[in-house]
Nanobody, 122 residues
Framework: VQLQASGGGMVQTGGSLGLSCAAS????????MGWFRQAPGKERELVAV????????FYGDSVKGRFAISRDNAKRTLYLQMNSLKPEDTAVYYC????????????????WGQGTQVTVSS
């Protein structure tokens, strides 16, 4: 499966931004999907994961209560709504897909998108 992330940009502290990730090609059967981020000089961080039927979600502690992950399987698109953004949310955001929810939650995935930059100014 190929993943294409979009929607990044620059926003002020406290603002909102939405990311999208379009999937194409041959998908896994009922794939879980997620968002990761990586800031300069820091390790990759799991942001959020969602199961295929959206019945299970998981959020990293740093974004809990501010970010919301969702998906539209008919459109084969994953979303991340980011609210109350902080300068520490500045990073390149990557979407990912895997056959298993727990694999993404563990911090890895079989397929990755190319990344989109999110910059939060103070």
């Amino acid at each position: 499966v190929q993943l294409q992330a979009s929607g990044g940009g620059m926003v002020q502290t406290g603002g909102s931004l939405g990311l999208s990730c379009a999937a194409s090609g041959r998908p896994f059967s009922s794939p879980a999907m997620g968002w990761f981020r990586q800031a300069p000089g820091k390790e990759r961080e799991l942001v959020a994961v969602i199961s295929y039927g959206s019945s299970m979600t998981f959020y990293g502690d740093s974004v809990k209560g501010r970010f919301a992950i969702s998906r539209d399987n008919a459109k084969r698109t994953l979303y991340l709504q980011m609210n109350s953004l902080k300068p520490e949310d500045t990073a390149v955001y990557y979407c990912a897909a895997d056959a298993r929810f727990d694999v993404i939650r563990s911090g890895t995935a079989a397929s990755w998108g190319q990344g989109t930059q999110v910059t939060v100014s103070s």
